[in-house]
């Protein structure tokens, strides 16, 4: 089992930022890749960034330029420093944690933390 403990969500005023952490603990797989989600009531989760344990970035289209996603592996942690917030970025943000062993993938999701943008 991994373990994954969110921190740094809030209420932030329109144009300014936030930086999520999320540390992963128990079962760590060599090969990862660490994520953020976001979802708001009635919509799916949607993908905002991912990274893997190589420190490839992935990030879904509508953040790229306001946010960066970096990974502390000595800490099994992942960053998402996210600026000029938007109203519309407001949703509960989730860490995913996927780890590969052999064929196999296993995903952990966070228990999520709230962001809210006011405008």
């Known amino acids: 089992q991994v373990q994954l403990v969110e921190s740094g969500g809030g209420l932030v005023e329109a144009g300014g930022s936030l930086r999520l952490s999320c540390a992963a603990s128990?079962?760590?797989?060599?090969?990862?890749?660490m994520g953020w989600y976001r979802q708001v009531p009635g919509k799916q989760r949607e993908l905002v960034a991912n990274?893997?344990?190589?420190?490839?970035?992935n990030y879904a289209d509508s953040m790229k330029g306001r946010f960066t996603i970096s990974r502390d592996n000595a800490k099994n942690t992942v960053y998402l420093q996210m600026n000029s917030l938007k109203p519309e970025d407001t949703a509960v943000y989730y860490c995913k944690y996927r780890g590969w062993d052999r064929a196999a993938a296993y995903d952990y999701w966070g228990q999520g933390t709230q962001v809210t943008v006011s405008s």
């Open positions: 990274i893997n344990s190589g420190g490839n970035t």
């Open positions: 128990g079962r760590i797989f060599s090969i990862n890749a």
